[in-house]
């Protein structure tokens, strides 16, 4: 995923670790990634129902679309830790 030039397989990679649960890789790839390819990383976080690093996400990353992104697959998750996470960050 990290490697990958055709950008169609480098997504489906991306998105194939987060169904398989591959929380820490894709933590890692994330911040290797340059920011215009992180999108994919977000929705493999959320495949990986990683609530951790999408809240660290929408608090902390550089980016408001990808803030928003992460945001909106939060408030999808709907776990507890989500859903507190939105309602104290309106």
């Given at each position: ?11 489906s ?20 990634l ?43 998750l ?13």
């Amino acid at each position: 995923a990290r490697s990958e030039s055709d950008p169609a397989v480098r997504d489906s990679a991306i998105v194939t670790l987060g169904r398989s649960g591959a929380r820490v890789q894709l933590r890692t790839l994330y911040s290797q990634l340059a920011p215009g390819l992180r999108f994919s990383v977000v929705t493999g976080l959320f495949n990986a129902k990683d609530d951790d690093e999408l809240i660290r996400i929408a608090t902390n990353d550089r980016d408001q679309r990808l803030r928003t992104r992460a945001r909106e697959y939060l408030r999808l998750l709907a776990t507890p830790k989500a859903l507190k996470y939105l309602a104290d960050n309106p």
